[in-house]
């Protein structure tokens, strides 16, 4: 993880938590510690937003020489559960973060947060409010008008000692008493309106605690909290939770807590075409628009990890964006290009065709011809990989032109054209079906182009080929954005973000011939299909551990990205 937000260089990247940090250091305080934590609520799969905000916080831990812990903020019980806490061990290891030890759920705290409360409580600082909900939202007041103070707020010590014992001991229907904190219903901040800090959830199982509670500290209450009683130092959130500073201190100051985090805000990232929110997600998938969290079209990590991105790409993506107090959101562009540079070093090249047309070389000798072909131009040791070349080979279709468009360099009648690693072959003859589509090409070669340049005449075009008998056939599904408008969730059209969905995301193409030597390919393993983009073999063919078989006995890869960008030429051209 050393390298999680240096620049390739191997400087740090200076950012304003950076320059917060240096001055704490300089000055001594926490004793020059720096403890961070990464807090996710188990609700769902993290996304590449939540990817930002754990490399953020467990890069400072290691550039600081000091840790990071992962705890699962746990008080919404009927919205969590067990898988997503299993889901989100396995992204932030996977993104190369190492907690060791330090795993900690917010429901470790119940009992210390329980105390917490009764402190509060005898200091005159919170109290039993029978307001139903729908009440307190009234006495809450405005942005502009002051609030009301409800007419429990001055219930004695004893009595809200009693009442929050009684609510503990599940006496009470769920939304007939909360526990409120007592600051000011006045306040210009709503956030310091007596906020509720406990509320009563009766009968849910709890997937770390069971049916022990059925009452549930609030979410500002408990994050403030559970990063004192872990000797959090910097407790670093994104933006939204400016407003809620302040009553994090408050909760702080009036308990008198032997350590107080700092808050230190930073802008959440959101990426172009796509949505990062739990919420929306989650209706993604439970409306059928997407497969599931791992689809590889969705922004979460376990989609772009099936979808063949790697951490070191989603590490140098998070360097490349930095980090920030102002609000952006980022091109998509800037991501595929991380992607596309890590895979250019680390792919090895095999040829693939994912439209066949089928050509058959009518001078070609009834016995096949094995080549050998680099793995890698620019890196020798790829090593090298054979391919059997044949009488019958497919092309893609892409790469013949009856009537070709002006400056169209690959096959056309009576043209020719270089297979890459092989011959220059001649279209002689194009074989049409009753409805004029063409169905086969017959063509010639030229045995003396073998690795030389035709003599006489220049070959201009290069395309890739595979032989028919010997590829495999697989299928191939080819990505595009999840939605057309570049912010769905803020496109100020009145439409909802499902408006804007690209019903074009997902193309798949069923009968693929591939390059022999992908038949050993294992899930996640990486190729460029020359001229194609970059593929991944999909997560569903891992063969079953017990009987070897794969589930699926075909192939399934997935494009991770083009070539090139060229989603900003459309862009260009609208
Ligand atoms: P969502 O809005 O998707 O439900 P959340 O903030 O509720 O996200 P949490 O599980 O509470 O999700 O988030 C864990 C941590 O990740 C928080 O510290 C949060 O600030 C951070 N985080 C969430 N979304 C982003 C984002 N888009 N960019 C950066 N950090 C994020
Ligand atoms: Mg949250």
């Known amino acids: 993880m050393s390298d999680t937000e240096h620049s390739e260089s191997g400087s740090r990247p200076s950012n304003f938590i950076r320059n917060i940090i240096d001055e704490d250091i300089r000055n001594n305080k926490n004793g020059g510690r720096v403890v961070t934590r990464f807090p996710p609520e188990p609700n769902g799969y993290l996304h590449i937003g939540h990817a930002k905000s754990i490399l953020l916080n467990f890069g400072l831990a290691e550039d600081y020489n000091g840790h990071c812990n992962l705890r699962f903020d746990d008080t919404n019980p009927h919205k969590e559960n067990i898988e997503f806490v299993e889901a989100i061990k396995k992204d932030v290891a996977w993104l190369g973060c190492d907690w060791g030890d330090r795993l900690f759920f917010s429901s470790d705290y119940f009992d210390a947060l329980y105390e917490f409360a009764m402190q509060l409580i005898k200091k005159k600082k919170a109290y039993v409010c029978d307001l139903s909900a729908e009440a307190m939202r009234e006495y809450r007041g405005t942005l502009t008008e002051a609030g009301k103070d409800s007419p429990f707020r001055n219930r004695t010590v004893e009595e809200n000692l009693d009442l929050f014992a009684r609510m503990k001991a599940g006496e009470f229907e769920d939304g007939t008493k909360v526990l409120r904190a007592k600051i000011d219903m006045a306040s210009p901040n709503i956030n310091l309106r007596d906020p509720t800090i406990y509320r009563i959830r009766r009968g849910v199982i709890h997937h770390q605690t069971g049916a022990e509670w059925c009452l549930y500290p609030m979410y500002d209450f408990t994050h403030c909290l559970s990063d004192a009683l872990e000797g959090i130092t910097h407790s670093i959130c994104t933006l939204e939770f400016e407003d809620h500073r302040p009553l994090y201190d408050w909760f702080l100051d009036t308990l008198e807590t032997s350590c107080h985090p700092q808050q230190i805000e930073f802008s959440r990232l959101n990426l172009e075409h796509t949505v990062t929110s739990k919420r929306k997600l989650t209706e993604l998938i439970e409306s059928g628009h997407v497969a599931g969290w791992d689809d590889p079209r969705m922004p979460t990590i376990a989609g772009l990890r099936r979808r063949g991105y790697t951490p070191a790409a989603l590490r140098e993506f998070c360097r490349r964006i930095g980090v920030t107090k102002s609000d952006n959101v980022i091109e998509m562009g800037v991501l595929e290009g991380c992607i596309r540079d890590d895979l250019n070093k680390h ?48 092309i893609d279709r ?126 996640g393993d990486q190729f460029q299909f020359e001229r194609e983009g970059y593929f991944s073999l999909d997560s569903s063919c891992q063969p079953d551990h017990q009987t070897g078989e794969r589930a699926r006995s075909k192939s399934i890869f997935n494009r991770t990205v083009t070539l090139r960008d060229t989603w900003a030429k459309i862009e260009k051209k609208r």
């Not at 693939?352 to 680099?374: C, G, Q, R, S």
Request: with cysteine; charged share 30%.
């Open 347 to 394: 792919s090895p090249r095999r040829m693939a065709v994912l439209n066949p047309l089928k050509v058959v070389i009518t001078n070609f000798p009834e016995d096949d011809e094995v080549f050998e072909a680099a793995n890698h131009p620019q890196d020798e040791t790829f090593g090298v990989r054979k391919i059997p070349f044949s009488r019958e080979l497919y």
């Open 398 to 523: 892409a790469d013949f032109e009856e009537v070709p468009p002006k400056k169209y360099k690959r096959l056309i009648p009576g043209g020719e054209v270089r297979l890459r690693n092989a011959y220059v072959i001649r279209c002689d003859e194009v074989v049409k079906d009753s409805d004029g589509n063409v169905v086969e090409l017959h063509c010639s070669y030229d045995a003396d182009t073998r690795g030389k340049k035709p003599e006489g005449r220049k070959v201009k075009g290069v395309i890739h080929w595979v032989s028919a008998r010997h590829a495999i056939e697989a299928e191939v599904r080819l990505y595009d954005r999840l939605f057309n408008h570049p912010t769905p969730d803020n496109s100020k059209d009145g439409l909802s973000y499902l408006d804007h969905l690209n019903p074009g995301s997902l193309r798949t193409l069923t009968r693929c011939y591939l390059e022999p030597s992908l038949g050993d390919a294992s899930p």
